[in-house]
Protein backbone atom coordinates (compact mmCIF):
# COMPACT_ATOMS: atom_id res chain seq x y z
CA UNK A 1 0.00 0.00 0.00
CA UNK A 2 1.76 3.40 -1.71
CA UNK A 3 0.36 6.21 0.58
CA UNK A 4 1.23 10.19 -0.72
CA UNK A 5 1.18 11.99 1.95
CA UNK A 6 -0.45 15.57 1.24
CA UNK A 7 0.18 18.20 3.98
CA UNK A 8 -2.17 20.90 2.96
CA UNK A 9 0.01 24.64 3.05
CA UNK A 10 -0.90 26.34 6.35
CA UNK A 11 -0.40 23.35 8.12
CA UNK A 12 3.03 22.60 6.75
CA UNK A 13 3.87 26.44 7.32
CA UNK A 14 1.98 27.06 11.00
CA UNK A 15 1.67 23.58 12.59
CA UNK A 16 4.33 21.21 11.85
CA UNK A 17 4.15 18.81 14.55
CA UNK A 18 0.87 17.91 13.24
CA UNK A 19 2.27 17.17 9.74
CA UNK A 20 5.05 15.10 11.46
CA UNK A 21 2.69 13.27 13.80
CA UNK A 22 0.63 12.13 10.63
CA UNK A 23 3.76 10.61 9.11
CA UNK A 24 5.12 8.79 12.18
CA UNK A 25 1.25 7.74 12.93
CA UNK A 26 1.16 6.40 9.42
CA UNK A 27 4.53 4.70 9.28
CA UNK A 28 3.68 3.20 12.82
CA UNK A 29 1.11 1.55 11.07
CA UNK A 30 3.06 -0.20 9.16
CA UNK A 31 2.32 2.22 5.76
CA UNK A 32 4.30 2.81 3.06
CA UNK A 33 4.68 7.06 2.84
CA UNK A 34 6.08 9.31 0.48
CA UNK A 35 5.78 12.94 0.52
CA UNK A 36 5.50 14.51 -2.65
CA UNK A 37 7.98 17.66 -2.32
CA UNK A 38 6.79 19.79 -4.88
CA UNK A 39 3.27 20.05 -3.31
CA UNK A 40 2.16 22.89 -2.51
CA UNK A 41 -1.63 24.68 -1.84
CA UNK A 42 -4.65 22.61 -2.94
CA UNK A 43 -6.41 25.47 -4.14
CA UNK A 44 -8.98 25.76 -1.78
CA UNK A 45 -8.73 29.47 -0.75
CA UNK A 46 -9.20 31.03 -4.33
CA UNK A 47 -11.79 28.86 -4.73
CA UNK A 48 -13.53 29.79 -1.55
CA UNK A 49 -13.22 33.41 -2.94
CA UNK A 50 -15.32 33.04 -6.27
CA UNK A 51 -12.35 32.10 -8.14
CA UNK A 52 -12.32 28.28 -8.81
CA UNK A 53 -11.52 29.05 -12.50
CA UNK A 54 -8.00 30.46 -11.61
CA UNK A 55 -6.91 27.11 -9.58
CA UNK A 56 -6.04 24.80 -12.74
CA UNK A 57 -2.67 25.44 -12.23
CA UNK A 58 -2.99 24.09 -8.47
CA UNK A 59 -5.14 21.15 -9.99
CA UNK A 60 -2.48 20.03 -12.40
CA UNK A 61 -0.25 20.56 -9.50
CA UNK A 62 -1.80 18.00 -7.50
CA UNK A 63 -2.83 15.53 -10.23
CA UNK A 64 1.08 15.56 -10.92
CA UNK A 65 2.34 14.79 -7.10
CA UNK A 66 -0.07 12.18 -6.15
CA UNK A 67 -1.20 10.25 -9.51
CA UNK A 68 1.28 7.34 -8.43
CA UNK A 69 -0.16 6.17 -4.79
CA UNK A 70 -2.80 4.07 -3.91
CA UNK A 71 -3.95 6.61 -1.04
CA UNK A 72 -3.33 9.67 -0.68
CA UNK A 73 -3.89 10.99 3.36
CA UNK A 74 -3.89 14.48 4.59
CA UNK A 75 -4.36 16.07 8.03
CA UNK A 76 -6.94 18.70 7.03
CA UNK A 77 -10.75 17.50 6.58
CA UNK A 78 -11.43 20.65 4.58
CA UNK A 79 -8.76 20.25 1.96
CA UNK A 80 -9.65 16.95 1.56
CA UNK A 81 -13.28 17.84 1.11
CA UNK A 82 -11.86 20.43 -1.78
CA UNK A 83 -10.18 18.03 -3.26
CA UNK A 84 -13.07 15.63 -3.19
CA UNK A 85 -15.81 17.84 -5.00
CA UNK A 86 -13.11 20.10 -6.85
CA UNK A 87 -10.47 18.54 -8.71
CA UNK A 88 -10.64 18.85 -12.28
CA UNK A 89 -8.37 18.58 -15.25
CA UNK A 90 -8.83 19.78 -18.92
CA UNK A 91 -5.44 17.58 -19.89
CA UNK A 92 -6.68 14.59 -17.87
CA UNK A 93 -9.63 14.35 -16.22
CA UNK A 94 -9.74 10.71 -15.57
CA UNK A 95 -6.28 11.26 -13.93
CA UNK A 96 -8.13 13.87 -11.28
CA UNK A 97 -11.28 11.85 -10.82
CA UNK A 98 -9.10 9.02 -9.93
CA UNK A 99 -7.42 11.07 -7.28
CA UNK A 100 -11.27 12.39 -5.84
CA UNK A 101 -11.72 8.36 -5.01
CA UNK A 102 -8.78 7.90 -3.71
CA UNK A 103 -7.59 10.85 -1.43
CA UNK A 104 -8.69 10.81 2.51
CA UNK A 105 -8.68 12.62 5.83
CA UNK A 106 -6.59 11.30 8.24
CA UNK A 107 -9.15 9.94 10.78
CA UNK A 108 -11.30 8.40 7.91
CA UNK A 109 -8.43 6.60 6.45
CA UNK A 110 -7.65 4.96 9.84
CA UNK A 111 -11.29 3.79 10.76
CA UNK A 112 -12.47 2.81 6.56
CA UNK A 113 -9.36 1.80 5.22
CA UNK A 114 -6.94 0.63 7.98
CA UNK A 115 -9.78 -0.16 9.84
CA UNK A 116 -7.22 0.54 13.49
CA UNK A 117 -9.14 -1.24 16.60
CA UNK A 118 -5.91 -0.75 18.74
CA UNK A 119 -3.16 2.23 19.17
CA UNK A 120 -0.73 2.48 21.17
CA UNK A 121 -1.04 5.68 22.52
CA UNK A 122 -0.99 7.56 25.82
CA UNK A 123 -2.37 10.74 26.50
CA UNK A 124 -3.37 11.92 29.97
CA UNK A 125 -5.35 14.68 30.12
CA UNK A 126 -9.09 15.96 29.31
CA UNK A 127 -10.06 16.67 26.02
CA UNK A 128 -13.09 18.39 24.06
CA UNK A 129 -13.41 17.05 20.08
CA UNK A 130 -14.35 19.77 17.88
CA UNK A 131 -16.51 18.30 14.95
CA UNK A 132 -15.54 20.74 12.32
CA UNK A 133 -18.35 21.27 9.38
CA UNK A 134 -16.60 19.84 6.50
CA UNK A 135 -15.53 16.86 8.40
CA UNK A 136 -18.91 16.43 9.85
CA UNK A 137 -20.77 17.40 6.73
CA UNK A 138 -18.67 17.02 4.26
CA UNK A 139 -16.86 13.46 5.22
CA UNK A 140 -19.32 12.40 7.36
CA UNK A 141 -16.68 11.79 10.15
CA UNK A 142 -19.22 11.67 12.63
CA UNK A 143 -23.11 11.69 12.88
CA UNK A 144 -24.97 15.17 12.08
CA UNK A 145 -26.78 16.11 15.22
CA UNK A 146 -29.59 17.50 13.85
CA UNK A 147 -30.84 14.01 12.26
CA UNK A 148 -32.55 11.49 13.70
CA UNK A 149 -30.35 8.58 13.32
CA UNK A 150 -28.05 6.30 15.16
CA UNK A 151 -25.15 8.13 16.32
CA UNK A 152 -21.23 7.65 15.40
CA UNK A 153 -18.25 10.00 15.91
CA UNK A 154 -15.05 8.36 13.76
CA UNK A 155 -12.80 10.94 15.97
CA UNK A 156 -13.90 9.92 19.28
CA UNK A 157 -13.95 6.19 17.93
CA UNK A 158 -10.09 6.22 17.83
CA UNK A 159 -9.69 8.82 20.99
CA UNK A 160 -10.89 6.06 23.30
CA UNK A 161 -8.29 3.73 22.51
CA UNK A 162 -5.93 6.33 23.46
CA UNK A 163 -5.09 5.61 27.34
CA UNK A 164 -5.12 7.78 30.04
CA UNK A 165 -7.35 10.45 28.19
CA UNK A 166 -10.69 11.77 29.26
CA UNK A 167 -13.14 12.79 26.79
CA UNK A 168 -15.70 15.88 28.05
CA UNK A 169 -19.12 15.96 26.66
CA UNK A 170 -20.22 19.19 25.14
CA UNK A 171 -23.80 20.55 25.34
CA UNK A 172 -23.81 21.71 21.39
CA UNK A 173 -21.49 18.19 20.72
CA UNK A 174 -21.01 19.75 16.65
CA UNK A 175 -21.67 23.38 16.34
CA UNK A 176 -19.80 25.35 13.85
CA UNK A 177 -17.15 27.36 15.41
CA UNK A 178 -17.24 30.32 13.54
CA UNK A 179 -13.93 29.77 11.03
CA UNK A 180 -15.25 29.13 7.64
CA UNK A 181 -12.05 30.07 6.05
CA UNK A 182 -12.80 33.36 4.11
CA UNK A 183 -16.39 33.76 6.61
CA UNK A 184 -13.38 35.05 9.65
CA UNK A 185 -12.79 38.17 7.77
CA UNK A 186 -16.04 39.08 5.69
CA UNK A 187 -18.08 38.85 8.98
CA UNK A 188 -15.51 38.69 11.59
CA UNK A 189 -17.50 40.19 14.69
CA UNK A 190 -19.66 37.06 14.25
CA UNK A 191 -16.98 34.30 13.62
CA UNK A 192 -15.53 35.68 16.91
CA UNK A 193 -18.59 35.06 18.97
CA UNK A 194 -18.88 32.21 17.40
CA UNK A 195 -15.21 31.10 18.41
CA UNK A 196 -16.13 32.26 21.80
CA UNK A 197 -18.91 30.30 22.49
CA UNK A 198 -17.45 27.05 21.20
CA UNK A 199 -14.72 27.63 23.65
CA UNK A 200 -16.85 27.95 26.23
CA UNK A 201 -18.52 25.03 25.93
CA UNK A 202 -15.47 23.43 25.99
CA UNK A 203 -13.40 24.90 29.34
CA UNK A 204 -17.12 24.84 31.15
CA UNK A 205 -16.56 20.98 30.97
CA UNK A 206 -13.31 21.33 31.79
CA UNK A 207 -11.66 20.44 28.79
CA UNK A 208 -7.60 20.48 28.63
CA UNK A 209 -7.11 20.40 25.35
CA UNK A 210 -9.57 20.79 22.54
CA UNK A 211 -9.08 18.60 19.20
CA UNK A 212 -10.00 18.09 15.97
CA UNK A 213 -9.16 16.59 12.48
CA UNK A 214 -9.36 20.59 10.75
CA UNK A 215 -6.17 22.69 11.69
CA UNK A 216 -7.94 25.69 10.31
CA UNK A 217 -10.54 25.39 13.12
CA UNK A 218 -8.80 24.94 15.89
CA UNK A 219 -6.17 27.83 14.92
CA UNK A 220 -9.36 29.60 14.76
CA UNK A 221 -10.17 29.04 18.31
CA UNK A 222 -6.00 28.97 19.50
CA UNK A 223 -6.22 32.80 18.23
CA UNK A 224 -9.44 33.93 20.81
CA UNK A 225 -8.02 31.52 23.30
CA UNK A 226 -4.31 33.09 23.39
CA UNK A 227 -5.78 36.59 23.24
CA UNK A 228 -8.08 35.68 26.31
CA UNK A 229 -4.99 34.19 27.92
CA UNK A 230 -6.60 30.86 28.37
CA UNK A 231 -4.74 27.73 29.48
CA UNK A 232 -6.94 25.76 27.28
CA UNK A 233 -4.62 24.42 24.51
CA UNK A 234 -5.72 23.40 20.97
CA UNK A 235 -3.94 19.86 19.24
CA UNK A 236 -4.50 17.94 16.23
CA UNK A 237 -5.82 14.22 16.78
CA UNK A 238 -2.81 13.32 14.61
CA UNK A 239 -0.81 14.60 17.41
CA UNK A 240 -2.54 12.53 20.34
CA UNK A 241 -3.18 9.52 18.44
CA UNK A 242 0.70 9.51 17.80
CA UNK A 243 1.77 10.59 21.11
CA UNK A 244 3.04 8.45 24.40
CA UNK A 245 3.13 11.86 26.76
CA UNK A 246 3.11 15.30 26.00
CA UNK A 247 4.40 18.28 28.20
CA UNK A 248 2.30 20.58 29.34
Do not use: W
Amino acid sequence: MKIGLFIPCYVNQLYPNAAIATLELLQKLGADVTYPAKQTCCGQPMANSGYEHLTQSCNDLFIENFSGFDYIVAPSASCVLHVKDHLHSHADEAAATAIRGKIYELVEFLTDVLKIEKLDAHFPHKVGIHQSCHGLRGLHLAQMSELVAPAFSKPRHLLNMVSGLELTELDRVDECCGFGGLFCIAEEAVSVKMGKDRITDHTKHGAEYITSPDLSCLMHMEGILQRNKSKVKIIHIAEILNSSSIKA
